[in-house]
């Protein structure tokens, strides 16, 4: 566990999450620090917690829930001192991120078999800039990636993969505009195979999660590539934008429902957005949030750590790891 | 799936409880306006928002409107659905004409949120009234963005004004604007890069461009899903842009539409359009009442009933609505009114905007499909006239015999018919409302 974690750290751009999520640092947060340096720990207190976790995009009842924990373990161990009962808020929220990072599955990358990535998502919310992130990640650690456009439905969404391909130096399969995803699908698993790709990463078409036949389209992908690779997709994300409200938990108990969803990325956390949606999901879903999106720049990706995240958006002392 | 309980069904379980203890008092309106502020929170309506809505919820209800009620909840429902209407604004707002044209529509908005799109189906939009559009592509960052609009446009039959990537934003919308001038296109559409409200440099650029072309509309694009951040967004660019109106985008999905309260009631702007699909005729006018009805939970009646009105005339929907309302609604009329609804549009879709069946129909969503029509049709087909207009007299032999004719299996035979009870009951419930003046009192609703 220990020695894991030594590896996790080197190994990863740390960084870079640092320096993206400072950005994201706003009112919210610094009200939060600011709430406890009150004197005294009393309902008004906890009735403003629980409107800036709201604020936040905690949502109602993980807010409820995140105060009453607070309030009984006060009440438990004696706490007077509101810096300390922040401590306790803090970590409430890590233990809270932690639920769902805890399923989160080894990645195992083997030689000559293609580790596949369907990226899924409702529109708008940064697939295929994400796709790009997820590239640039994994050249970092020498892996060759592969890209499929199996967003055939949005006009130029294959183009817009197609640039980033070519900046990324990524070969990129495609078809028109309007192709079947599914012969997308196929033509790229056999190209991974062919140049021994160590990854595909796929792009879908946008789709509402209310869209019972679009999802079904997904579930025929995945069938496809099982052809090729028993297991494929190795990993399949759902990528939320982290201005979404608590519709973002509708989504991802949808999407799981007709994909089996391995890993969640939170999209957008540069900015405003306040990212609270992590904790319904985490909380209700259980899916491992494994990355998180920080810019525009295909290098604006990070691990999602539930320490990290608690402490650079809530707390505003990211740096302190 | 339904996530979240609905609001008005929360309001009718709360006072439900409450009423069978017989008087109401002042706190039982504050539990009931806790549960107003859970659910509008639920639905990501801004926190401040909420804050000063359910103050003015209160006191109107403690105005003793529902306290001496006999049917506190659907009274409190009532207030609620007129107080989210005067948030929402009580007009439906059209897009200004300019003083000289061509009328030069600004999109803008964050990445994601769906302007390019929207350009596109705002030119169909107006096309369909006899202009002569031009969309500008001056998106000149995000990756093939204005490929994207070409496509669109090519797909629309559009003409679209591109420069490539190279130039300023500024220059091509400003050449833009000379080049309808000169060739006659009105109105304008310029599709602008999506952009983050604390992008200082960006923002300046909007500024920039507004300032050049001199637009009659500026509208922000936003998205139906945006959490509580949707008002620090809408603010931003509101103050920088003095912004004309909104186009809130996916609202297709099953976003309780939090968030077009939230920017309507902080900036005061007017939500001029809503995205309802992919295709590229999926832009609606905006109409409060029926936003205030899906906040509410209580479906969106009037946007199903539009649909049907544009399949069926005026006489023969009051004819239909006594009828239902009367509980005369037979099986014959059920399926010549099938007939009509295949004509409106996929199943799912008129499902969700049906009160109350939204959340459970969903459940069984997957299920549903197109198909089950013919199946529905093929077993009423099977029926004697007799039979369709008087299915109660339907007994097991008959059953069997329609199983057999339709080729389904008389279960379903059975479930049809326990399905069509429970519309009938269901409409002459609206019959009742409908007097009781809690529905328009002219309720063209045609099955």
Known sequence: ?321 | MEMFESLSDRLNETFGRLSRKGRLTEQDVDEAMREVRRALLEADVNFKVVKDFVAALRERALGQDVLRSLTPAQTAIGIVNEELIKVLGSTVETLRAPDRPPQILMLVGLQGSGKTTHAAKLAIHLRKSGRNPLLVAADVYRPAAVNQLQALGRQVNVPVYEEGIDKSPIDIADRALTFARERGFNPVIVDTAGRLQIDDRLMQELVDIRDRIDPTEILLVADAMTGQEAVGVAETFHERLDVSGLILTKMDGDARGGAALSIRAVTGVPIKFIGTGEKLDALEPFYPERLAGRILGMGDVLSLIERAQEQTDEQEAQRLQTRMFKGQFNLEDFLEQLQKIKKMGPLTQLLDMIPGLGGQMRQANAQISDDDYKHIEAIIYSMTPDERRRPEIIGNRRRKRIARGSGRNPAEVNQLLAQFREMQKMMTQFGKMSKKGRLPAKLPFDF
């Open chain 1, 1 to 321: 566990m220990v020695l894991s974690r030594l590896f996790r750290r080197r190994s990863e751009p740390d960084l870079q999450l640092e320096q993206g999520l400072a950005k994201t640092r706003r009112a919210v947060f610094t009200e939060i620090t600011r709430l406890f340096d009150r004197t005294t720990l009393d309902q008004e207190l906890y009735d403003d917690l629980e409107m800036l976790l709201i604020q936040a995009d905690v949502g109602w009842d993980v807010s409820q829930r995140l105060v009453h924990e607070l309030r009984s373990r006060v009440a438990s161990e004696r706490i007077e001192q509101p810096a300390l009962a922040r401590e306790v808020l803090r970590e409430e929220m890590i233990r809270l991120l932690e639920l769902a990072s805890q399923h989160r599955k080894v990645k195992i990358f083997q030689r000559g078999v293609p580790f596949v990535t369907m990226v899924v998502g409702v529109n708008g919310v940064g697939k295929t800039t994400s796709i790009a992130k997820l590239a640039a990640y994994h050249q970092r650690f020498g892996r060759t990636v592969m890209l499929a456009a199996g967003d055939t439905f949005r006009a130029a969404a294959i183009d817009q993969l197609a640039v980033w391909g070519e900046r990324l130096d990524v070969p990129v399969i495609a078809h028109q505009q309007g192709a079947d995803p599914g012969a997308v699908v196929f033509d790229a698993m056999q190209a991974a195979h062919a140049r021994a790709a160590d990854i595909l990463i796929v792009d879908t078409a946008g789709r509402l999660h209310t869209k019972h036949n679009l999802m079904a389209e997904l579930t025929k992908l995945r069938t496809i590539m099982q052809r090729h690779v028993d297991d494929a997709p190795q990993e399949v994300l759902l990528v939320i934008d982290a201005t979404t409200g608590q519709n973002g938990l509708v989504q991802a108990k949808q999407f799981s429902d007709s994909v089996a969803i391995t890993d969640i990325m939170i999209a957008k956390l540069d900015g405003t957005a306040k990212g609270g949606i992590a904790f319904s999901v985490a909380k209700e879903l259980g899916t491992p949030i494994s990355y998180i999106g920080t810019g525009e720049k295909a290098t604006d990706l990070a691990e999602f750590r539930p320490e990290t995240y608690v402490d650079s958006l809530f707390f505003g002392t990211g740096d302190e790891l």
